[in-house]
T-cell receptor
Framework: AQSVTQPDIHITVSEGASLELRCNYS??????LFWYVQSPGQGLQLLLK??????LVQGIKGFEAEFKRSQSSFNLRKPSVHWSDAAEYFC????????????FGSGTRLSIRP | DADVTQTPRNRITKTGKRIMLECSQT?????MYWYRQDPGLGLRLIYY???????NKGEISDGYSVSRQAQAKFSLSLESAIPNQTALYFC???????????????FGEGSRLTVL
């Protein structure tokens, strides 16, 4: 069965600093991978997704993620965070191209230090 | 206006009461979902529906029921609410194109339910 782990519950970074949020998955074949962001009081919004092809994926709001099959990872990165990036971030893995099969990680809450 | 609208946004109720959370969407998507979010647990799928006549149980359907009244409307009911159903509930939609669901979900803003 597929699973996804986000090892960091809460991360604080300074505004302007770089960011990396970790995501590890377990799945026997090539997974479908997603990062969603949840701003306070809002629903989740898709940042980026990986299905196949180039392992470095660009998303919205300046985020990118890299799929590393050998490490079973799909870490989210941003070169310079802004105060508006403070939110909760969820990694998700799908066994096939169906939203009903998607499993979400437990989330990482990002705080920004002024 | 939001494409996926949930009502109510907040609700406090007592143990044993019947509660309905409603979801409507203007995205024209056939597929709709109900998720539950608990701190430290991420989102877990309760029920999903691929069209009006197709409703399926998700990971944690016990204690919940759903109704797909129309393509645009998908309601979640708690027949007899209990305190451990206190959570944030999300409705979502997805849109299979050319027979292939990309897996992208479009979420409502959530309904926070507290059961005392």
């Amino acid at each position: 069965a597929q699973s996804v782990t986000q090892p960091d519950i809460h991360i604080t970074v300074s505004e302007g600093a770089s960011l990396e949020l970790r995501c590890n998955y377990s799945y026997g074949a090539t997974p479908y991978l997603f990062w969603y962001v949840q701003s306070p009081g809002q629903g989740l919004q898709l940042l980026l997704k990986y299905f196949s092809g180039d392992t470095l994926v660009q998303g919205i709001k300046g985020f990118e993620a890299e799929f590393k099959r050998s490490q079973s990872s799909f870490n989210l990165r941003k070169p310079s965070v802004h105060w508006s990036d403070a939110a909760e971030y969820f990694c998700a893995v799908g066994a096939e191209s169906s939203a009903s099969k998607i499993i979400f990680g437990s989330g990482t809450r990002l705080s920004i230090r002024p | 206006d939001a494409d996926v609208t949930q009502t109510p946004r907040n609700r406090i109720t007592k143990t044993g009461k019947r509660i309905m959370l409603e979801c409507s969407q203007t995205k024209g998507h056939d597929r709709m979902y109900w998720y539950r979010q608990d701190p430290g647990l991420g989102l877990r799928l309760i029920y999903y529906s691929f069209d009006v006549k197709d409703i399926n149980k998700g990971e944690i359907s016990d204690g919940y029921s759903v109704s797909r009244q129309a393509q645009a409307k998908f309601s979640l009911s708690l027949e007899s609410a209990i305190p451990n159903q206190t959570a944030l509930y999300f409705c979502a939609t997805s849109d299979p194109r050319q027979g292939k669901d990309t897996g992208e979900l479009f979420f409502g803003e959530g309904s926070r339910l507290t059961v005392l």
